[in-house]
C-alpha cells in the first residue's frame, strides 16, 4: 500500500514573511512526476516545543515525511534536538557526517589558500551539524557534502531532515524518492477531468455532486466556481487570438479547440462574458465529445486519443 507523504516546513523567517516558501510547490512537482501525491503539509516556527510537537504526530504515523529546514548549528537551528526528544533518544557525533564535515571545511580553507586547523572554533561549531539522534541515516548532499539525515518512527514511517535552501533540499529529496520510494511510483495514477456549468448554482450541485462520491468510492468532486469567469475572459481573448491567426474548425491539425471558429460567433477582442457563455454553448456538441464530467469548475481541453 502506497503511504501517505506529507511536508513539514521548519522556520520563523516563513511565518515573518522574510522569505516565500518554495519548498511546497516544489514537493508537490517532485512527487506529482512520479505518480505520487502530497497528503499534508505543516508550517511551523523556530519554537522548539511545537517542533518537537509536530514531528511526534509524523514519527507516530506511518507517513513519509520530509523535513525542510533547521538541521543548521545556529541558535534557531532546533530541528536536530527536536528529533531526538521526539523519538526519545540522544544525540550522539555520528562518525560519517562529521568526516563529511570535515572535508567540506578542508575544501573550504584550500579554496582560500589557507592552512586547514581543525580546533578553531567556527570549525568546531561546524562539526555541531553531525551531532545527529542516534541511529539517524544519512542523506547525501552533493550541493557541499553536508549531510540531512533521516529517522524512523514507531508508528513505521520516517522523517526525512534536509536543510531549508532550495539548492541543496529538492535534489536531496528527489535522492530520497529515487532511492527509497521508487516501489510506489505510479501505482495509484490520477485522472482529472471537468466540465463548466452555466447558471447552476454551487448549492444545487452539492447533493448530485455528494452522491456521485458516495456511489464511487475513490472519487473526489470539488468545486471552484470563480474558475468559471476566469475561464470566460480567456476564453474570450483566446477566441480573438485564433481568429487573428486564421485557425481552422477543430480537428488534429488544431488543438485546443478554438470555440469561435467552431460556434461562428464573436468578432470582437473586448467581447464580453456572456458573449464567451454563447460561445461555449454553441460549441456543446463538441464538449460532450472531449470533457468529461467531474464538476470542478475548471475547463481543460484533454486531448482525445486518435482514432
Keep these: 500500500m502506497t503511504p501517505a507523504f506529507g511536508l513539514l516546513i521548519i522556520g520563523d523567517e516563513i511565518l515573518s514573511g522574510k522569505r516565500v516558501d518554495k519548498h511546497l510547490p516544489a514537493v508537490i512537482r517532485l512527487l506529482a512526476e512520479r505518480g505520487l501525491q502530497l497528503a499534508w503539509m505543516e508550517l511551523v516556527g523556530d519554537n522548539r516545543g511545537r517542533i518537537t510537537q509536530a514531528l511526534e504526530r509524523a514519527f507516530a504515523s506511518s507517513d513519509v515525511v520530509f523535513s525542510c529546514g533547521g538541521i ?59 551531532v545527529l539522534p542516534q541511529d539517524a541515516r ?5 550541493y557541499n557534502k553536508i549531510a540531512g539525515f533521516s529517522c524512523a518512527g514507531p508508528g513505521g514511517g520516517w522523517v526525512y531532515f534536509v536543510p531549508g535552501f532550495p539548492v541543496m533540499a529538492w535534489p536531496m529529496i528527489e535522492w530520497v524518492l529515487e532511492s527509497t520510494c521508487s516501489q510506489w ?36 468532486v470539488f468545486s471552484l ?15 480573438s487570438r485564433a481568429r487573428r491567426k486564421g485557425c481552422r474548425p477543430p480537428g488534429r491539425s488544431c488543438w485546443p479547440p478554438c470555440v469561435p471558429c467552431r460556434c461562428g460567433s464573436g468578432r470582437k477582442s473586448n467581447a464580453s462574458s456572456e458573449q464567451a457563455h454563447r460561445r461555449i454553448l454553441a460549441f456543446r456538441p463538441c464538449l ?20
Excluded at 550522539?92 to 567540506?104: G, M, S, V, Y
Excluded at 485522472?191 to 452522491?211: D, N, Y
Excluded at 464530467?293 to 486518435?306: K, L, M, Q
Aim: charged share 20%; with cysteine; aromatic share 4%.
Design 225 to 239: 466556481p470563480a474558475s468559471i469567469i476566469r475561464y470566460m475572459a480567456c476564453t474570450s481573448n483566446w477566441a
Design 72 to 130: 543548521g548549528a545556529t541558535p534557531d537551528d532546533h530541528t536536530r534536538q527536536c528529533a531526538a526528544q521526539a523519538l526519545g533518544v540522544p544525540l550522539a557525533p555520528h562518525p560519517e557526517a562529521q568526516a563529511l564535515i570535515t572535508e567540506r571545511m578542508q575544501d573550504m580553507a584550500r579554496e582560500k589558500g589557507e592552512a586547514f586547523d581543525a580546533a578553531r572554533a567556527d570549525n568546531m561549531q561546524r562539526l555541531q551539524m553531525g
Design 138 to 142: 544519512l542523506i547525501p548532499n552533493a
Design 288 to 307: 460532450s465529445r472531449h470533457v468529461a464530467v467531474n464538476f470542478s469548475g475548471v475547463a481543460r481541453w484533454p486531448r482525445p486519443s486518435p482514432t
Design 185 to 220: 511510483f505510479h501505482r495509484a495514477p490520477q485522472l482529472e477531468h471537468s466540465i463548466v456549468i452555466h447558471g447552476a448554482a454551487e448549492s444545487a450541485l452539492t447533493p448530485l455532486m455528494e452522491r456521485i462520491e458516495s456511489a464511487h468510492p475513490g472519487v473526489k
